[in-house]
């Protein structure tokens, strides 16, 4: 098979809208998501439960077409794809978790029939198939269940075995929607052990949505999505806020309780190397 050339940025998203729903019923999940992964790069995605994590997920994986803004995904734009060339991109090239596991196998499929499934849009050849289906399922701890029906395992096995089915094809990027939820710390670890490995030998670029801040902490990146914006980011143990192209920026939930509640009148004073933010003072803000 022709080898296709890596993008330098795995996802370029500019704008993205998600807006569910028909007239008069919409549900805005995403307002204008700004975000570049450049190839080989491993980013959490963060923030409470609604603020459009999953959806963002979704839209990547080309499993919804985004209502306004532009999708680059492997050096596609999935704006334009229809249905069959999303379906052949995530054959090819993304490998998703989806939030409930289930979702994600066969379920009439063994444990192993399923890692194979997933490998053949590739054509390794049975045996190469096999090699790589055991050393995924060892990995994981699931050789035992190996021959079991993926409907029959525990939550935490199918969760273990998504991952492993994800990652069968050698994807240039992994999408995974909370892939530890279901899991004690030990096999957390052997999930995030396995998704690193990925990243360091394959340069599999990863996105990754997660509660579990430990989760979080071993991906390079946190991007923390609130109320359907990009709100921080996180880079080396430090956390940034982020302007978005309409100026916007999110401040941290403990000022907006303490110092600056919503409607706070404020002023923006610029120094030497950013900005520093004042409230009006009672005689400035004329409803105080
Ligand atoms: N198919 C849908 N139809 C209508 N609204 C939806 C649909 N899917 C999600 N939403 C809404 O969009 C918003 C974002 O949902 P999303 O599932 O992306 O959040 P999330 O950050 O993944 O949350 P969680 O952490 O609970 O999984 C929520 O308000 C949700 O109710
Ligand atoms: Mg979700």
Known sequence: MAVRERAEDTVRCE???????TLGQEVTALRGI????????????????????????????????????????CGRRVNDLNRRSAADLRLHDVGVVLQNPGRNLLANETAAGNVMFAQRPAHPGRAASR???????????????????????????????????????????????????????????????LIRSANESEGTTVVMVTHDP?????????????????????????EYL???????VQLPSEVLETTLPPGTLI??????????????????DERA
């Open 15 to 21: 704008g993205l809208v998600q807006v569910y729903g």
């Open 34 to 73: 700004d975000l570049t992964v450049p190839a080989g790069d491993t980013v959490a995605l963060l923030g409470p439960s609604g603020a459009g994590k999953s959806t963002l997920l979704w839209l990547l994986a080309g499993l919804l077409k985004p209502t306004a803004g532009r999708l680059e995904v």
């Open 131 to 193: 090699r790589r289906t055991d050393e995924l399922l060892e990995a994981m701890g699931l050789g035992r269940v190996a021959h079991r029906q993926a409907g029959r395992l525990s939550g935490g096995e199918q969760q273990r075995l998504a991952v492993a089915v994800a990652l069968a094809n050698r994807p240039q990027l992994l999408l995974a929607d909370e892939p530890t939820s279901q899991l004690d710390r030990t096999s957390a670890s052997t999930v995030i052990d």
């Open 214 to 238: 430990v989760v979080g902490n071993s991906l390079r990146r946190t991007i923390t999505i609130r109320d359907g914006r990009v709100g921080a980011e996180g880079q080396a143990g430090q």
């Open 242 to 248: 982020v302007v978005s192209r309409d100026g916007s």
């Open 267 to 284: 002023r923006a004073v610029p120094t030497a190397d950013g900005v520093q933010l004042h409230r009006a003072r009672p005689e400035e």
